[in-house]
């Protein structure tokens, strides 16, 4: 239970019971986990409700976004601790026009704040020797080096953490599996503005691209990886 349930009709339900996804696809043997845009721009400097962040930060997702920050952290370690590849997305902000068609008034911020805001949080932010790629398009794999590094690595499996579900993270997932990666999203592990949009393109992704799988069984996959990865080593 992943929490779509309470968004889907007496139709949908049926539906989903005659038609839906009846066991995961499933990972490979060589995975990277992969945090799509998560900085201060979407989260706000301080803890606050969506509402009272967005005063601030027009695109804020408020306290459910730094859940799913705090759980992506616990990911982000079991990681790094298991040698699984960390690769951070984010936001190009260096002057190239924009995908986004959004004409919504932004709140006006000093320039030092907005530049801030396309800072990788605290939380989650790249060590020495992590990836960090930016991009101008909702995919991480849309005009980046993202899929050269992958095939560099050997990756067969990419593990997304961040946000938006309905937005980045569907984009980068869709362009994953069209590329013939085994492609997971963690449940908690991802955000967005509305319960709706975040839950029922959770429910897509894990119709049609992707395993969507919660926090303990991420972690179990990476540490069944890094255990299989040191006995390799000592042989």
């Given amino acids: 239970m992943y929490g779509w349930e309470k968004f889907m009709s007496e139709r949908d339900k049926l539906h989903d019971e005659m038609w839906g996804k009846k066991e995961l696809y499933g990972f490979g043997k060589k995975p990277a986990l992969l945090l799509i845009d998560i900085y201060y721009s979407v989260l706000g400097l301080k803890r606050e409700p969506i509402f009272?962040?967005?005063k601030t930060w027009s695109s804020s997702t408020g306290l459910e976004g730094w859940e799913?920050?705090?759980?992506?952290a616990e990911l982000l370690?079991?990681?790094?601790?298991?040698?699984?590849?960390?690769?951070h997305v984010k936001g190009l902000h260096t002057g190239v026009n924009s995908w986004s068609r959004n004409t919504r008034k932004r709140v006006e911020i000093s320039d030092e704040l907005r530049q801030k805001g396309t800072e990788i949080v605290e939380e989650v932010k790249p060590i020495f020797g992590e990836l960090v790629i930016e991009k101008a398009s909702p995919s991480a794999f849309q005009g980046t080096p993202l899929l050269f590094h992958l095939n560099s690595l050997g990756i067969d499996t990419l593990i997304c953490c961040g946000e938006t579900t309905s937005g980045c993270v569907r984009a980068t997932t869709v362009d994953g599996a069209t590329n013939r990666f085994h492609m997971g999203v963690v449940a908690e592990c991802v955000f967005d503005r509305t319960e709706a949009s975040h839950y029922m393109n959770l429910y897509d992704i894990h119709q049609?691209?992707?395993d969507v799988v919660d926090l303990a069984a991420a972690k179990t996959y990476f540490q069944e990886i890094g255990a299989v990865s040191k006995v390799g080593a000592r042989a």
Avoid: W
């Avoid at 799913?68 to 992506?72: E, R, S």
């Fill in 52 to 54: 009272e962040s967005m």
């Fill in 68 to 72: 799913a920050v705090d759980k992506t």
């Fill in 77 to 87: 370690e079991v990681a790094r601790n298991n040698q699984i590849p960390v690769i």
């Fill in 208 to 210: 049609k691209y992707a």
